[in-house]
């Protein structure tokens, strides 16, 4: 049951997130940091529950590794990858760390492919100066691991 909850408030999160920052650019912190607490804390709650506390460790890991990595490319070209992206990495390092480090890996991965293949098409299309939000890129790649990577995908229930 926790574990459908954190599905359904990562869902809910995810659209509202995409939305913003393809709109304005931006990750409020006032949404994704408190989906952040809540999406850890029911995961971690239900591997606890389970007695699966190794998937605990992963979902804390996850987001701090998703995280870090962030980090590095925020520190290394600010204007390209912001701090809100940052943040973002951990709130999708959270369901991924759930699955192992190649999950994370993996959606992390899928991202910046997505990523890619967006600025891909904006340049062709004639748009050098066009800035892309990278948020929806982020949460496609953590959905896309999430329900249709290789391995586990979210459970139902």
Known sequence: MLIALAAG??????????????????????????????????????????????????????????FVVALALHLSRPGAFGGGDVKLAAFVGAPLGWYGPEAVASGLLFAVVLGGVAATGVLLAGGRRTQLAYGPWLLSGAWLRLVGGPGEGMPSG
Request: hydrophobic content about 60%; aromatic content about 2%.
């Open 9 to 66: 408030v990562f869902a809910v999160a995810s659209i509202a997130l995409a939305v913003v920052d393809v709109r304005t650019h931006r990750l409020p912190d006032a949404v994704v940091l408190p989906a952040l607490l809540v999406v850890a804390a029911l995961l971690t709650a239900e591997a606890l529950r389970t007695g699966e506390p190794g998937r605990a460790l992963g979902v804390v890991g996850g987001s701090a590794a998703a």
